[in-house]
């Protein structure tokens, strides 16, 4: 198996057997498309690599040969249009098999692959094309996509080619057409042109809550530490098939959809839906009979607004979730339904899982879990002091200059200065906020900016969210603050009501008695906006801090 080869010891005792003995080695010139998709074909040509389907009755299966010989041909056309190792290469994809071997024949020619959303307007790729240099951009064939492309390209004078992938379009090279003039051969690089371990493979743009969005760059031996996420959190198994449920823009699909899982030998199971309905979602979880799925907590809340019951999901031996905090009312319900919990772990853009659920110890609904292996992780106060068990502190990855954790991000793409300040420091400070219990089991708070101050408490916002979903007229709630000439700020609550509820004065009130009996009565939110939908990052993650300007635009 190929996970022998990096890791010198694959089974634990205990989690702290995990954490202290966990290693992985690392070649010099480890390469995700020669090292783990190559070699799949090179020992067993047929084995699965991807299960691939859409909502137009269009399925595709395909083994680490065929995705090892298209990547080889894709390698080949790019190499022929002037794409080379450094260059960087923009792909807008959705969930579209091409994004597998695009990838991959990017990573074999050592190009800088930087994913993105299909929600990208003009104002997007041409910010993300000038500040990485963008020399090509490969798209799906969806209108809005092809015509921001098409509108950007005027002010984006690095790119050089735009292809299209689905179907042909006028005025762009198809890649399908492309490919198959070009050999399924493609020897690995020598010289000049071979990567290093240490070479920059993709660049993601974060999310941008607050400010522009970062160019997070990860080196190749990023894949190398997507192992503990899909052995250890997600428990993919060999031969079975995963479904992480994510678009191919976030950097939850580089944990959830190629690399840890072909790693160990998974198949993925990608459903290219035109928009998410949770019940067709149901439906292909239920055909497909899959073993191991991840989904952010949205779709969870969603999903369980449907008859969950009526779908035969016990093939499903594991469950998990990331992108939000889960609140333990989802959890509850969902186990109602499967028997099984859903596994938390924390992490963002600028690494794999810094905190997981990885079952050693019994799952506590609402914790986000302990600490992964390959992260030193303290919780600090403002003057970077270690906190106590029981306080909340900032989630911070200790001594990164000499000990460089295997996944964590390298640096900030063509910004030394940034990189200097922020990664290199005494710590990586991520922003987050946590405490730890007397177990070792951490607590997610909320973003330090997301902390609300009122009257001398502080308020996480993760902890009032959760009350507010145990209503059952609440599908989604955000908890912020908002001014107040008194008491500095109040809780509020932004509230999508399930089907066949209304807002009303009656409907506060029972809202606000409600968190008061759930939590500390101090808590509870004293405004309460009702609201069809909340403001979502590109990534899925509810935009706090939109809210919270938009009250302060209103004082």
């Known amino acids: 198996m190929l996970l022998d080869r990096y890791l010198p010891r694959t089974d634990f005792d205990s989690y702290e057997d995990f954490k202290q003995n966990y290693k992985v080695n690392i070649p010099e010139n480890f390469n995700f498309g020669f090292d783990i998709v190559d070699e799949w074909a090179k020992q067993e040509p047929d084995k699965k690599a991807l299960v691939w389907c859409d909502d137009h009755d269009h399925e595709i299966t395909f083994t680490h040969q065929d995705i090892s010989c298209l990547s080889n041909q894709t390698a080949n056309y790019f190499r022929s249009i002037g794409i080379g190792k450094g260059d960087t290469v923009l792909l807008i994809l959705r969930r579209r098999w091409e994004y597998w071997v695009c990838a991959v024949a990017l990573h074999k020619l050592g190009a800088v692959l930087i994913p993105g959303s299909l929600q990208l307007t003009k104002k997007d790729i041409v910010y993300r094309a000038n500040s990485a240099k963008v020399k090509a951009v490969v798209c799906v064939n969806d209108s809005f996509v092809l015509s921001q492309v098409e509108l950007s390209l005027p002010e984006c004078p690095t790119i050089e080619h735009h292809i299209v992938v689905g ?140 008859d969950v019951a009526a779908y035969d999901l016990s093939s499903i031996q ?80 200790i001594d990164v200059r000499h000990n460089p954790p295997t996944g964590l991000f390298t640096g900030y793409y063509l910004n030394p200065e940034m990189t200097e300040e922020l990664l290199y420091g005494k710590y990586y400070n991520t922003g987050d906020m946590a405490w730890k219990d007397e177990d070792g089991d951490y607590w997610f708070v909320g973003r330090n900016d997301d902390v609300i101050k009122c009257s001398g408490y502080r308020i996480g916002p993760f902890e009032v969210e959760s009350a507010m979903l145990e209503h ?24 999508v009501l399930k089907r066949g509820y209304t807002p009303s004065d009656e409907l506060i009130k029972e809202l606000q008695n409600h968190v008061k009996k759930s939590t500390a009565p101090y808590k509870y939110p004293r405004i309460i906006e009702f609201v069809d939908e909340l403001p979502k990052t590109i990534g899925g993650k509810i935009k706090r801090a939109e809210i919270r300007h938009n009250d302060e635009g209103q004082t």
């Open 167 to 306: 179907e042909k379009q006028e005025g762009w090279e198809f890649l399908e057409d492309e490919i198959a003039n070009y050999s399924n051969e493609f020897p690995r690089p020598e010289g000049e042109e071979a990567t290093n371990s240490k070479d920059i493979m993709i660049v993601y743009f974060t999310s941008g809550t607050t400010g522009m969005p970062k160019m997070v760059q990860h080196n190749f031996t990023y894949p190398l530490g997507h192992i503990v996420t899909a052995k250890y959190w997600h428990k993919v198994q060999e031969n079975k098939l995963h479904m992480s449920v994510s678009d191919s823009g976030w950097a939850k699909f580089g944990w959830g959809k190629i690399y840890g899982q072909w790693i160990c030998g998974a198949v993925i199971f990608a459903y290219d839906m035109d928009k998410f309905v949770p019940a067709k979602l149901l439906e292909k979880m239920a055909h497909y009979k899959l073993t191991t799925f991840c989904a952010p907590p949205t779709m969870y809340r969603f999903m369980l607004l449907e």
């Open 318 to 397: 594991h469950w998990t979730t990331a992108g939000e905090p889960l609140n333990p009312e989802v959890n509850n319900k969902w186990k109602r339904f499967t028997g099984h919990n859903i596994y938390q772990a924390f992490g963002q853009t600028e690494g794999t899982p810094l905190l997981a659920d990885f079952g050693w110890t019994p799952l506590k609904t609402g914790a986000t879990g302990k600490p992964s292996p390959l992260y030193n992780i303290k919780l600090l106060d403002k003057d970077g002091n270690e906190v106590p068990v029981n306080t909340e502190g900032s989630i911070c990855v």
């Open 472 to 495: 059952d007229a609440v599908v989604e709630c955000a908890i912020t603050g908002a001014p107040d000439p008194i008491r500095g700020q109040v809780v509020k609550a932004t509230v």
